[in-house]
T-cell receptor, first 110, second 111 residues
Framework: SQQGEEDPQALSIQEGENATMNCSYK?????LQWYRQNSGRGLVHLIL?????REKHSGRLRVTLDTSKKSSSLLITASRAADTASYFC??????????FGKGTTLSVSS | DTGVSQNPRHKITKRGQNVTFRCDPI?????LYWYRQTLGQGPEFLTY????????KSRLLSDRFSAERPKGSFSTLEIQRTEQGDSAMYLC?????????FGPGTRLTVT
């Protein structure tokens, strides 16, 4: 198992702006997942990108993966107040538990 | 609701008491995970089951913690002789592949 490290730790933007957060990891992976956590709630799975994929889209989310740099980014376009949450990346190998970092706390103000 | 459920949602206990939490996963999921989360931190992995077998346990996990999944369905997490440092949110997740589906958590406060 290995841990992802999210950057920045905190991000504040206005509604309608785009939010970009990054994830770095250290060893080879099978896939990388992004999760969202609203305050005091459980995590919600957002998107999974496999190691042989470079980019993936889901609604207003765009995830990139660069295995040569061992990094990933999550872009949220046209952000809304409801996007306010903590975002975690989880680099994963098959059959192992996920190890989460401290996350990026996103605040979207109207 | 067919999501992951956890009970109780909140538990307040006195130091030294034992507590037990229950997790009911999504019915067709064979994998079940327990995590602990404190304020400002990401979830910390505790242990993992595939069906009824406990396959992985964090080396950081105290011997006071034990988990079971007797019939490969629901799971329980017991903490014996609770300490104030055990105060945290305890999260359960289930999975049938790579994506994990989390429950709402049990918030434990040890006084």
């Amino acid at each position: 198992s290995q841990q992802g490290e999210e950057d920045p730790q905190a991000l504040s933007i206005q509604e309608g702006e785009n939010a970009t957060m990054n994830c770095s990891y250290k060893t080879s992976i099978n896939n990388l997942q992004w999760y969202r956590q609203n305050s005091g709630r459980g995590l919600v799975h957002l998107i999974l990108i496999r190691s042989n994929e470079r980019e993936k889209h889901s609604g207003r989310l765009r995830v990139t993966l660069d295995t040569s740099k061992k990094s990933s980014s999550l872009l949220i376009t046209a952000s809304r107040a409801a996007d306010t949450a903590s975002y975690f990346c989880a680099p994963a190998q098959a059959g192992t538990a996920l190890i989460f970092g401290k996350g990026t706390t996103l605040s979207v103000s109207s | 609701d067919t999501g992951v459920s956890q009970n109780p949602r909140h538990k307040i206990t006195k130091r030294g008491q034992n507590v037990t939490f229950r997790c009911d996963p999504i019915s067709e999921h064979n994998r079940l995970y327990w995590y602990r989360q404190t304020l400002g931190q990401g979830p910390e992995f505790l242990t993992y089951f595939q069906n009824e077998a406990q396959l992985e346990k964090s080396r950081l996990l105290s011997d006071r913690f034990s988990a079971e999944r007797p019939k490969g369905s629901f799971s329980t997490l017991e903490i014996q002789r609770t300490e104030q440092g055990d105060s945290a949110m305890y999260l359960c997740a289930s999975s049938s592949s790579f994506e994990q589906y989390f429950g709402p958590g049990t918030r434990l406060t040890v006084t």
